[in-house]
């Protein structure tokens, strides 16, 4: 992103409050729209697109038509099997959103200015001060709004909170220098050690990403701030999960990250987002993926601690799925308990 973009506006999707999955602490994330990747995974499609989108709420729907009568262009069907969004006209104008009685369409993507999303997340400093936490910019990808996120992160910076920069990496040296300085830590995405994989999963090779990893620890050394850098990699079934990826990332930290890495995250799979996809009239091409199970995850972890990296840094972090005579001792031993089959534990 260059030094052009807007410092004082920016398109966010969502601010989450009491998160304790993006850094140390309790920590408000706020989510920038628009991602430089297209994950095949991606949790958050909501995200990938820069642009503001519309989404339905099928179970919030009262069937009044009333989106039907205000939108302008004549972009929304009501039929048997729901709402239809002719998203070739949709021009994602939020008339439909404001007024429709049930909820049931949201607009995605809101302009936020600069001292109005500050003040809105300093609302929780007190949680942050009692557990050593603070916000955390994420996205979609922050970096592609690099001058707000590097304001917004200097504005927090100045009022004593803790911050953190989360990225994909995919992004120009540029937008790096931008926000770096601002940041008291960084969340560094690794997702795929092989180019040509990298590519097939998320559009792009990891060149880019590499280098600006390395740029980003030679930073950490050289300044004050950041003086944090965490590697996380998403473990997707077939895709990353797999014991020569670990493998191969683990050698990268070993040798050229070891005196910087704090800590090496190891995302679970997550399939709570499917309906997400439905909502944006998208197919996911992990609908039908299962969680990973404990056992799975156990190996997965055991082989990243022996890819040469410390083994103190590797953490195993999300749901992972009961195996089925997990869920029949768990129903022996409690016999009151229905909802065993669809229970999932944390690791």
Not at 120 to 126: F, G, S, Y
Not at 300 to 318: C, E, Q, R
Request: charged share 25%.
């Amino acid at each position: 992103m260059s030094k052009t973009s807007s410092t004082n506006i920016a398109t966010i999707l969502e601010i989450v409050r009491m998160s304790t999955e993006d850094g140390p602490g309790i920590r408000t994330t706020v989510f920038f729209k628009g991602c430089t990747l297209k994950c095949a995974w991606c949790h958050n499609p909501e995200s990938i697109s820069a642009k503001p989108q519309l989404q339905w709420v099928g179970s919030r729907c009262i069937g009044c038509k009333t989106c039907m009568e205000v939108c302008p262009e004549n972009a929304l069907t009501l039929t048997e099997t729901g709402m239809q969004i002719d998203r070739n006209r949709c021009i994602a104008c939020g008339e439909c959103a404001a007024e429709c009685p049930g909820t049931a369409l949201e607009l995605l993507g809101k302009s936020w200015q600069l001292d109005d999303l500050v003040d809105e997340v300093i609302k929780d400093r007190a949680y942050f001060e009692t557990s050593q936490g603070g916000i955390t910019i994420s996205g979609g990808e922050p970096t592609m709004q690099a001058g707000f996120a590097g304001a917004f992160l200097k504005s927090l910076r100045q009022k004593g909170l803790h911050t953190a920069l989360d990225t994909c990496g995919q992004c120009s040296r540029d937008a790096l220098d931008q926000t770096l300085p601002y940041a008291a830590m960084v969340l560094f995405d690794m997702k795929l050690i092989d180019p040509k994989a990298h590519k097939k999963f998320t559009g792009h090779d990891n060149k880019r990403i590499l280098d600006n990893l390395l740029y980003v620890a030679d930073y950490i050394r050289s300044h004050v701030y950041p003086n944090e850098l965490w590697i996380r990699t998403p473990m997707i079934p077939d895709a990353t999960a797999v014991f020569e990826n670990l493998s191969g990332i683990g050698r990268f930290i070993a040798k050229n990250l070891s005196d910087v890495v704090r800590r090496w995250e190891l995302c679970a799979f997550n399939n709570l987002c499917r309906d997400k996809y439905l909502r944006l009239g998208q197919k996911w091409a992990f609908h039908d993926t299962e969680l990973l199970t404990k056992d799975d995850m156990d190996a997965l972890t055991a082989n990243a601690k022996s890819s040469g990296v410390d083994p103190k840094i590797v953490f195993p972090t999300g749901l992972t799925r009961l195996k089925t005579q997990d869920i029949k001792l768990n129903s022996a031993s409690n016999p009151g308990n229905k909802t065993g089959g669809g229970r999932c534990c944390i690791i």
